[in-house]
Nanobody, 124 residues
Framework: QVQLVESGGGLVQPGGSLRLSCVAS????????MGWFRQAPGKEREGVSS????????YYADSVKGRFTISRDNAKNTVYLQMNNLKPEDTAVYYC???WGDGIYETSAPYDYWGQGTQVTVSS
């Protein structure tokens, strides 16, 4: 059974940090580009970051550039999103996704598999 499971979300104060993890099961991430998306209440889902299957290329939305870092450990079948200097506007449900190929995909269409999401709330 193909599955992506996110973890690491929670409540954090502005300026704080969280590290999200996404573990894949039922398939190997070696040949998949990985992405993180988020959706805030009343807003459309937006691409936050993506990383190619070889880790050679990354993409960050302008809103998170310099604060978030995406990485992957193919041996652990896991992708991470380190989030620093969090802001209230980062509050959303965060989803990871896997898409076949070595590209970096900014939109949701190329992704084949999705996790169930993890809530991130930034509030004092």
């Amino acid at each position: 059974q193909v599955q992506l499971v996110e973890s690491g979300g929670g409540l954090v104060q502005p300026g704080g940090s969280l590290r999200l993890s996404c573990v894949a099961s039922g398939f190997t991430l070696d040949y998949y580009a990985m992405g993180w998306f988020r959706q805030a209440p009343g807003k459309e889902r937006e691409g936050v970051s993506s990383i190619s299957s070889s880790s050679g290329r990354t993409y960050y939305a302008d809103s998170v550039k310099g604060r978030f870092t995406i990485s992957r450990d193919n041996a652990k079948n896991t992708v991470y999103l380190q989030m620093n200097n969090l802001k209230p506007e980062d509050t959303a449900v965060y989803y990871c996704a896997a898409g076949w190929g070595d590209g970096i995909y900014e939109t949701s269409a190329p992704y084949d598999y999705w996790g169930q999401g993890t809530q991130v709330t930034v509030s004092s």
